[in-house]
């Protein structure tokens, strides 16, 4: 895989290993609710991912 894709699936699966009690609680109360939660600390995570793997791919 190129380094993108890696930055994305890493900025996905990233908010489950840092909020993990935080998104469980989310979606307890429902699933909309879940899905709302992890997806605003993927729209914070994903960029962050993809800025770092950039620098670490431009300092090549």
């Known amino acids: 895989m190129s380094w993108y894709v890696d930055a994305i699936v ?3 699966i990233l908010p489950w290993i840092i909020m993990t009690y935080r998104l469980i609680a989310a979606f307890r109360r429902g699933i909309a609710a879940g899905l709302l939660k992890w997806l605003t600390y993927c729209a914070i995570s994903v960029p962050a991912m993809l800025l770092i793997m950039w620098a670490i ?3 090549r």
Do not use: W
Request: hydrophobic letters at 50%; glycine letters at 16%; charged letters at 0%.
């Open 10 to 12: 890493v900025g996905v």
């Open 57 to 59: 791919q431009f300092t």
